[in-house]
Each structure stands twice: as C-alpha cells, then as structure tokens.
C-alpha cells in the first residue's frame, strides 16, 4: 500500500520503521524543527531522523490547512495516511484524502482517556490495564470508529517503559489493520461516548508528593508516571527534591520524612523508601549515594 506517515517523537518510531520494511512509505510528515537544550539550538524530531535514516522523503510542514500543503499531500495519491502523535490537529481536507482514510495510534483503550496525555493518566489514576487503539480519524478528538485493540497490564512500568511497550504494540497492531485493509475485511466499532473520559495534560502539580495525607499506591503512582515529566517531588527548605524510583516498605515514620543512611517518606497508611532523587542544583543520582555527603533539610512543623 501507498503510505504518508504522520508523526513525531519517538512514539512513533517503531510503527513507522515496522510499515516502511513492508508498505510504499511515499512521505514522512513531522513538525518543523524546534529548539531544544540549553543551547537551545534547532533539534529536528526523532521521527524525522528516523525518516531520514530509512532514507524516506520528509516534510515539515508549518500547518496543514495551507492550501500548498493539501496540495503537496493530495499529490501523494496515498491509500492510507497513518497518524502516530503527530501533534498538530488534521483538518477535514487532509482527512478527506487518502483512498481508505487516515488511520491513528492512540495509546489507550478509547474511549478512556482521550487526549493529550492518555498513557500518563492511566499510570497516575491507578489503572490495572492499559493499551493501544488503532482509530480511524474523523474531524473530533480521538473519537473515531475502532478498528483494532489489544491491551496489557501497567504493573510497575515507569511512564517512559509503558510508552516504549506501547509503541511496539501500536507498531504490531497498525500492521494488523493494514493487512486486513487490503484484504477488504476491516471492520470498525463506533466509540461509546457515554464512556469517554479526557487525559488533560501533566503539568508540575500532577507530580506534588503530598507526605501523609497520599496513599502509598497513590505516592508510587505519581512516581511512575512523573518519570517522563521530570520526576515526582515533595518540597524541601533547599527547593525540590525530585522522586524518580521508590518502594513500599513496612516502617512506621514519626515525621513525614526521614533522613539518615536512606530517605523515607511518611503516607497515609505506610512509608516508602526513595531509591532515587535529584535535589535542587544536583544531579539524579542513587538516594544512598547523595546521602552519603549530603542532607536533605525540612520543616517539621
């Protein structure tokens, strides 16, 4: 089939490596270089290095409701376009393209957790389960017909681990749709908006440790799924200190932390012990190895 691939960061990778070893990837569409570092010099997206490397045509386009873009896109003559966090929203135009239509990697199992940040929201609201949607796109957000879905257990899977799952996942599952296009046999599933649910973005506070008063699964959560979000953290009298590893522990706490030889934090119904932090102006680091040379200051009232 005669493929354009939409996408962006490195979500989207397998599936893009996966359909281009057995599909016509005729174009790669990704968002226009940005800046990024402290250099903040421009870094093009790790779709469009991958593209580059499968030696792949590649497109930036700087919005897809420029007539010279449909255009560019209607000249593709393209069975499917393929969407896999591509970060800008299709117009109607674009969707009205492709022969068999635009077909999405959405990582949930819609319609839970439409949105920007579905994989997050399902580590952060205790969700056993997980998974991946294969979507065909229509105007609305992440509320098209399902064609295929396959789920898998979050268990103890950081943000970044459950991501990497779900990619190669979506990869497998997009092939899966691909083949039954071809052979005429796809059927799709409307959504049941009556049981749609949004995952709004992560922002800074969706990380905040609130010692005593969360629960330790709650405290573990948070912790899980802040890892692509720069980490959970609880305040300090030197600033943040940032929880990227923890675990429960049967230890009762007088205080809401503890610091010695190892870093315990006080929850509502136990502790957890910090395996790995990063304190305000210092690197991320083993807890056991920063407390060796340092201390952690707070106010216990």
């Given at each position: 089939?005669r493929?354009?691939?939409f996408?962006t960061?490195?979500?989207a990778?397998p599936?893009?490596k996966k359909i281009?070893d057995?599909?016509?990837?005729?174009?790669v569409?990704t968002?226009p270089?940005a800046r990024?570092g402290?250099?903040?010099?421009l870094?093009q997206?790790p779709l469009?290095?991958?593209?580059e490397?499968?030696?792949?045509p590649?497109?930036?386009?700087?919005?897809?409701?420029d007539?010279?873009?449909?255009?560019r896109?209607?000249?593709?003559?393209?069975?499917?376009?393929i969407?896999v966090?591509?970060?800008?929203?299709?117009?109607?135009?674009v969707?009205d393209?492709p022969?068999?239509?635009?077909f999405?990697?959405?990582?949930?199992?819609?319609?839970?957790?439409?949105?920007?940040?579905?994989i997050?929201r399902?580590?952060l609201?205790?969700?056993?389960?997980?998974?991946?949607?294969i979507?065909?796109?229509?105007?609305?957000?992440?509320?098209g017909?399902?064609?295929l879905?396959?789920?898998?257990?979050i268990?103890?899977?950081?943000s970044?681990?459950?991501r990497c799952d779900?990619?190669r996942?979506g990869?497998?599952?997009?092939v899966?749709?691909?083949?039954?296009?071809?052979e005429?046999?796809l059927?799709?599933?409307?959504?049941d908006?009556?049981?749609?649910?949004?995952?709004e973005?992560i922002?800074?506070a969706?990380g905040?440790?609130?010692l005593?008063?969360d629960t330790?699964f709650?405290?573990?959560?948070?912790i899980?799924?802040?890892?692509?979000y720069k980490?959970?953290?609880?305040?300090?009298?030197?600033?943040?200190?940032k929880?990227?590893?923890a675990?429960?522990?049967?230890?009762?706490?007088?205080d809401?932390?503890?610091?010695?030889?190892s870093?315990?934090?006080?929850?509502?119904d136990?502790s957890?012990?910090?395996?790995e932090?990063?304190?305000s102006?210092k690197?991320?680091?083993?807890?056991?190895?920063?407390l060796?040379g340092?201390?952690?200051?707070?106010?216990?009232?």
């Amino acid at each position: 089939m005669r493929i354009v691939f939409f996408g962006t960061p490195d979500f989207a990778c397998p599936a893009l490596k996966k359909i281009a070893d057995l599909h016509e990837v005729s174009l790669v569409v990704t968002q226009p270089d940005a800046r990024a570092g402290r250099g903040k010099k421009l870094k093009q997206s790790p779709l469009g290095d991958l593209a580059e490397d499968l030696e792949l045509p590649l497109f930036k386009p700087e919005s897809l409701k420029d007539f010279q873009v449909q255009e560019r896109l209607r000249e593709e003559k393209a069975d499917v376009f393929i969407v896999v966090a591509y970060g800008k929203i299709l117009p109607k135009e674009v969707l009205d393209l492709p022969k068999f239509g635009c077909f999405n990697i959405h990582g949930s199992l819609l319609p839970a957790y439409r949105g920007a940040a579905p994989i997050e929201r399902a580590i952060l609201n205790g969700d056993e389960r997980t998974g991946i949607s294969i979507m065909k796109m229509g105007v609305g957000l992440d509320d098209g017909p399902i064609a295929l879905q396959e789920s898998l257990e979050i268990g103890e899977k950081t943000s970044l681990e459950l991501r990497c799952d779900l990619s190669r996942l979506g990869a497998d599952q997009m092939v899966k749709a691909l083949d039954l296009i071809q052979e005429g046999s796809l059927k799709l599933k409307d959504q049941d908006d009556s049981k749609a649910t949004y995952a709004e973005k992560i922002t800074k506070a969706d990380g905040l440790l609130n010692l005593g008063q969360d629960t330790v699964f709650q405290m573990l959560r948070k912790i899980q799924g802040m890892d692509g979000y720069k980490g959970a953290y609880f305040e300090s009298l030197d600033g943040k200190v940032k929880v990227f590893k923890a675990k429960a522990i049967d230890k009762n706490l007088e205080d809401l932390l503890e610091v010695g030889k190892s870093l315990y934090l006080k929850a509502l119904d136990g502790s957890i012990e910090v395996l790995e932090i990063q304190a305000s102006g210092k690197k991320r680091m083993d807890a056991k190895d920063y407390l060796r040379g340092n201390t952690i200051q707070w106010n216990k009232k």
